[in-house]
């Protein structure tokens, strides 16, 4: 069981960069593949990012390749994403969410992931 709570969402202007980040209480959270979601008003809920226990597996929504970039910190129990070049079209609850797989095929599906926070906020003004 782990218990996820993200951080660092805000309001920003079009170009600016914000940070998000993850923090995961309970056990083995070395062993999880993390993930970033997000949702727009309107919208469902869609794949932004993702890791694998090692860091050395990442894939990347194509609407953010380029401009985001996700890590972790197995020792502080913290995944963060790296948002710069920010759009308008970015604006959305962020959710960071936790795989206790270890398939590869199914990393950027939302359906495979076990566990979710409770989203931040994220608004990008023109």
């Known amino acids: 069981q782990l218990q996820l709570v993200e951080s660092g969402g805000g309001l920003v202007q079009a170009g600016a960069s914000l940070r998000l980040s993850c923090t995961a209480s309970g056990r083995a959270f070395g062993s999880y593949t993390m993930g970033w979601f997000r949702q727009a008003p309107g919208k469902e809920r869609e794949f932004v990012a993702t890791?694998?226990?090692?860091?050395?597996?990442?894939y990347y929504a194509d609407s953010v390749k380029g401009r985001f970039t996700i890590s972790r910190d197995n020792a502080k129990n913290t995944v963060l994403l790296q948002m710069n070049s920010l759009k308008p079209e970015d604006t959305a609850v962020y959710y960071c969410?936790?795989?206790?797989?270890?398939?590869?095929?199914?990393?950027?599906?939302?359906?495979?992931?076990?566990?979710w926070g409770q989203g931040t906020q994220v608004t990008v003004s023109s």
């Open positions: 890791i694998n226990w090692s860091g050395g597996i990442i």
């Open positions: 969410a936790a795989d206790r797989s270890m398939a590869i095929a199914t990393m950027k599906k939302e359906m495979e992931y076990d566990f």
